[in-house]
T-cell receptor, first 117, second 111 residues
Framework: DTEVTQTPKHLVMGMTNKKSLKCEQHMGHRAMYWYKQKAKKPPELMFVYSYEKLSINESVPSRFSPECPNSSLLNLHLHALQPEDSALYLC????????????????FGEGSRLTVL | KNEVEQSPQNLTAQEGEFITINCSYSVGISALHWLQQHPGGGIVSLFMLSSGKKKHGRLIATINIQEKHSSLHITASHPRDSAVYIC?????????????FGQGTRLTINP
C-alpha cells in the first residue's frame, strides 16, 4: 500500500463552520505534512509532523489546527475560515523527516478541495 | 535563500515529440524532486535525484550538481502526459524539511 488517502475530496463550508480534513497512510511513514495550494501556484508548506509531534508550523493562522492522533493519521481542523482560505489542501508523508538518512520520496494524497463561502 | 526556477512556464507539443523541462536552483541542495500534477488532482512524485540520472519508462531525469541544474525529459510524448510538472529542491540539514518549489511547467500534448 503506497497510498496517502485524503477525505473529503471536496468540502464547502461557511465562515462560522467547524470542519476537519483527514489524511491517512499505512506505509509506516513517521513524517507527515500539510500543504496549501492556490490555483496555478506551487504548494506552500503549512505543518510538518515527525513521530506524531509537531516539528514545523509555518506561521499558519490559528484558525487551522493540526492534529496527529497516531502515526497513520493526520487531521487538519478548520474553524472560522475566510474565503481566501479556499484552496486545495494536500497531505504528504515520507519515511522520516526529509534530510535524515534513508528518507527519500514524498508521497502525496489527491488533496481536499476546500471552498469557504 | 534558495530559489528554484523552471523553464519553460508553458509548453505545447505534438504527440510523439521529445520534451525537455529545465530546473535551476541557486544554492547547494541535498536532493531534487520532480513532481507531476494533473488538473485538479493530487501530486505524484516522479523522481528524487541527488546525482546523475534516473529513468522510469519514458521519463528521464538528470541533475548536474556543479551547474545547479536539472532536466526532465519525456520521450515519445502522449496526450496523457499533459500535466503540470514541478521541480522542488530539498536543502541541506536545517533546510531539508522544507521543499522549495518551482512555479511549475504546464505541458500540453496534442494528439
Amino acid at each position: 500500500d503506497t497510498e496517502v488517502t485524503q477525505t473529503p475530496k471536496h468540502l464547502v463550508m461557511g465562515m462560522t463552520n467547524k470542519k476537519s480534513l483527514k489524511c491517512e497512510q499505512h506505509m509506516g511513514h513517521r513524517a507527515m505534512y500539510w500543504y496549501k495550494q492556490k490555483a496555478k501556484k506551487p504548494p506552500e508548506l503549512m505543518f510538518v509532523y515527525s513521530y506524531e509531534k509537531l516539528s514545523i508550523n509555518e506561521s499558519v493562522p490559528s484558525r487551522f489546527s493540526p492534529e496527529c492522533p497516531n502515526s497513520s493519521l493526520l487531521n487538519l481542523h478548520l474553524h472560522a475560515l475566510q474565503p481566501e482560505d479556499s484552496a486545495l489542501y494536500l497531505c504528504a508523508s515520507s519515511q522520516d523527516l526529509l534530510g535524515r538518512r534513508g528518507t527519500g520520496e514524498l508521497f502525496f494524497g489527491e488533496g481536499s478541495r476546500l471552498t469557504v463561502l | 535563500k534558495n530559489e528554484v526556477e523552471q523553464s519553460p512556464q508553458n509548453l505545447t507539443a505534438q504527440e510523439g515529440e521529445f520534451i525537455t523541462i529545465n530546473c535551476s536552483y541557486s544554492v547547494g541542495i541535498s536532493a531534487l524532486h520532480w513532481l507531476q500534477q494533473h488538473p485538479g488532482g493530487g501530486i505524484v512524485s516522479l523522481f528524487m535525484l541527488s546525482s546523475g540520472k534516473k529513468k522510469h519508462g519514458r521519463l528521464i531525469a538528470t541533475i548536474n550538481i556543479q551547474e545547479k541544474h536539472s532536466s526532465l525529459h519525456i520521450t515519445a510524448s502522449h496526450p496523457r502526459d499533459s500535466a503540470v510538472y514541478i521541480c522542488a529542491s530539498r536543502g541541506v540539514i536545517q533546510g531539508a524539511q522544507k521543499l522549495v518549489f518551482g512555479q511549475g511547467t504546464r505541458l500540453t500534448i496534442n494528439p
